[in-house]
């Protein structure tokens, strides 16, 4: 569609602005480099959100491709761009990349409301009445606040962000403690000593990518078959995605099953995937299933989620405390001390669901004493969950 490419232009032109005056500031004052050298006027401002959203209105004014697009789902990729060079500066993110033709897939309308959607259909500004496919209704009591237009390789989907205003209080660290550890080995280990492996599907259909993305060699550039072979491709990466986030839910709520309080480990999996076992951690999407689908199933089912301090949780011996020193090759935990034989993940997990313990122990004193006010002590991620995504 038209839109996503003037998305796209908008975008990469509110990107080009910031790099060039990034750029234009880097040199020293007295000697310009070689190569090449933005230069922009010393007393030019920063083209930040609010500028780059007032040139944008100034804009239309010249180009009509501009006005064929809502307004406001304009401003909102000049908030998308604001929002990468936030992540840069506040989370250490890459800097931002220009999108190629292709690379843009989603747009939002920042505001749509419950009379928007009638039956099967939804009324966006421009584009008028769009049928659509509702998989749930709309909640009581939920309003529809904003909708994304997202296009995949099987066709469009609508994604509506829908808000409660009641407030929903945080599980309580209650009931039977379990630790995770999750690895590559095992998808994760419990320290009950329940071991789940990384499920078989993902190579079968990792297999069929391999195969799918060499026959794109022989392929002319811009041939019907190569269109036809890449939108194939497209639907194979969505299988996969698919089948992932299937398998996370249920793990999720199968470990909720038998617990009230849920401990992980407190991972950077970005630096996890940087090392020599990346391809598989991100195979495995071990970082959103810890990060996002673990916290957000927990919430729900008012099981307490926690983390803790991930240093030399496979070292120790989670029955006696001594240090049992092992490196990565070593499978299985034996203790010189109290003589304790286990897989050597579980111990973790047991070591992991100790230390959650004893901080959730603490965490349940202090809020008997202070009442509510430590919102801060809990992961900040479970109260975001508020927003639902139908
Ligand atoms: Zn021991």
Partial sequence: MEWL???RKVYNYALRERKDWVNSRKCSINACSLQSESIIPADALYPNYYRQKKALTEAKKTNPGLKAVHSQVLQDVIGRVDAAFAAM?????????????GQFKSFLFPQVDNDAIVESQIKLPKLGKVAINLHRPIPEGFRVKTARIVRKASGWYVALAIQADVS??????????????VGLEYFLSTSEGEQVKRPRFFNQLHRKLKLLQRRLK??????????KLNRKIGRVHEKIAHCRSDFHFKLAHHLCDHAGMIFVEDLDFRVMAKGMSGQHTLDAGLGQFVNQILPWVCWKRDVYYGKVDPNGTSQECPDCGAVVKKDLSVRGHHCAECGSTKPRDVASGQVIRSRGLSAAVGYAAKENVCGDGLAGALPSQVSLKQKLES
């Fill in 5 to 7: 490419e003037t998305c």
């Fill in 168 to 181: 929903v209080p945080e599980p309580m660290p209650h009931g039977h403690a379990l630790g995770i550890d």
């Fill in 218 to 227: 022989n392929k002319e550039k811009g041939s019907s078959n190569r269109r």
């Fill in 89 to 101: 500066k506040q989370r250490g993110h890459g800097f931002p990349r220009f999108k190629k033709f």
